[in-house]
């Protein structure tokens, strides 16, 4: 790959916004953004995206022993069409920003602890890289403008951007202001959790990898049921913190979230504004 440019983050960046109208198209396809900017721009193009029945990978990104063009793999049996598409840009990241590094890159559901710091850096950008562009935040925050959260223009936006409800969630928390933290619940206790820098930086996130951490009894998640429009419900901000106020509510939305060989709750909780003078940690006991 001697000679080939390659690209920092802000670099893809740049050339997607000014290269690719976006706007239009959505879902973003692809595989015809992959191959046709990757043939546009490289002397070592993508040639070819092809889905592949192998257990224990998602997808992977491949050069020809020349080094002279990519393929890229991706799972077509386990995962949903807004999975495939997520994997499919995640290695077109790769591509973009980190392709002289190596010649393969394999990619699955392994634990991300289980990396080295460098692999952990370099598989955020590529979800990073992934979720952008599937879903800019501008377009994103266009969708949402002046409305409240609800579990319905969460679903315009999966569909819109053909994504999972999951996907949509995270990209919502990234963008919308104020303290969200977005939750996955298994058999009454978190799964994973999320908080947006304002949530985190206030003290009001779940360490799920280090701790076992059970649902408040009062919270709607508790009650999830199969009803593709969702619940709602608000619970006192001292049910899920301790430390906040007892006088504010969290609002909580919640739908169920199933794929291939899995199903969870999903859960959006939205916090109270801090007032200014309140204690900036509210972090569990
Ligand atoms: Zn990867």
Same mark, same amino acid.
């Given at each position: 790959?001697?000679?080939?440019?390659?690209?920092?983050?802000? &670099?893809?960046?740049?050339?997607?916004?000014?290269?690719?109208?976006?706007?239009?198209?959505?879902?973003?396809?692809?595989?015809?953004?992959?191959?046709?900017?990757?043939?546009?721009?490289?002397?070592?193009?993508?040639?070819?995206?092809?889905?592949?029945?192998?257990? !224990?990978?998602?997808?992977?990104?491949?050069?020809?022993?020349?080094?002279?063009?990519?393929?890229?793999?991706?799972?077509?049996?386990?995962?949903?069409?807004?999975?495939?598409?997520?994997?499919?840009?995640?290695?077109?990241?790769?591509?973009?920003?980190?392709?002289?590094?190596?010649?393969?890159?394999?990619?699955?559901?392994?634990?991300?602890?289980?990396?080295?710091?460098?692999?952990?850096?370099?598989?955020?950008?590529?979800?990073?890289?992934?979720?952008?562009?599937?879903?800019?935040?501008?377009?994103?925050?266009?969708?949402?403008?002046?409305?409240?959260?609800?579990?319905?223009?969460?679903?315009?936006?999966?569909?819109?951007?053909?994504?999972?409800?999951?996907?949509?969630?995270?990209?919502?928390? &990234?963008?919308?202001? !104020?303290?969200?933290? $977005?939750?996955?619940?298994?058999?009454?206790?978190? &799964?994973?959790?999320?908080?947006?820098?304002?949530?985190?930086?206030?003290?009001?996130?779940?360490?799920?990898?280090?701790?076992?951490?059970?649902?408040?009894?009062?919270?709607?998640?508790?009650?999830?049921?199969?009803?593709?429009? !969702?619940?709602? !419900? $608000? $619970?006192?901000?001292?049910?899920?913190?301790?430390? *906040?106020?007892? &006088?504010?509510? $969290?609002?909580?939305?919640?739908?169920? *979230?199933?794929?291939?060989?899995?199903?969870?709750?999903?859960?959006?909780?939205?916090?109270?504004?801090?007032?200014?003078?309140?204690?900036?940690?509210?972090?569990?006991?």
């Amino acid at each position: 790959m001697a000679g080939q440019p390659i690209l920092n983050v802000s &670099d893809v960046w740049t050339m997607i916004r000014r290269d690719l109208p976006l706007h239009q198209h959505f879902p973003v396809d692809v595989k015809d953004v992959a191959t046709r900017l990757s043939h546009e721009k490289f002397k070592d193009p993508i040639t070819e995206i092809k889905g592949y029945a192998i257990p !224990g990978f998602e997808g992977l990104l491949a050069s020809n022993d020349a080094g002279t063009k990519w393929m890229i793999a991706y799972n077509d049996r386990l995962a949903s069409p807004g999975r495939i598409r997520f994997t499919l840009a995640h290695e077109f990241g790769h591509y973009l920003m980190h392709r002289t590094f190596r010649e393969r890159f394999n990619c699955g559901p392994e634990e991300k602890q289980a990396l080295k710091a460098a692999e952990r850096k370099i598989e955020k950008e590529a979800d990073q890289f992934a979720s952008s562009l599937l879903m800019p935040p501008d377009d994103v925050r266009r969708q949402f403008e002046g409305q409240p959260f609800s579990i319905d223009l969460l679903k315009h936006c999966a569909f819109r951007y053909g994504v999972s409800l999951t996907a949509a969630a995270l990209k919502w928390r &990234d963008v919308a202001e !104020g303290r969200v933290i $977005v939750v996955a619940v298994k058999d009454g206790f978190l &799964d994973w959790a999320c908080s947006n820098s304002a949530a985190y930086h206030s003290g009001a996130y779940f360490p799920t990898t280090r701790e076992t951490i059970e649902l408040p009894a009062a919270s709607t998640l508790n009650r999830s049921i199969w009803d593709s429009r !969702g619940q709602t !419900g $608000v $619970v006192k901000t001292t049910d899920w913190f301790p430390a *906040e106020r007892g &006088d504010t509510v $969290v609002q909580e939305f919640s739908v169920i *979230e199933q794929g291939a060989g899995y199903c969870y709750t999903l859960g959006i909780l939205i916090l109270p504004e801090l007032e200014s003078g309140q204690p900036r940690d509210s972090s569990r006991p």
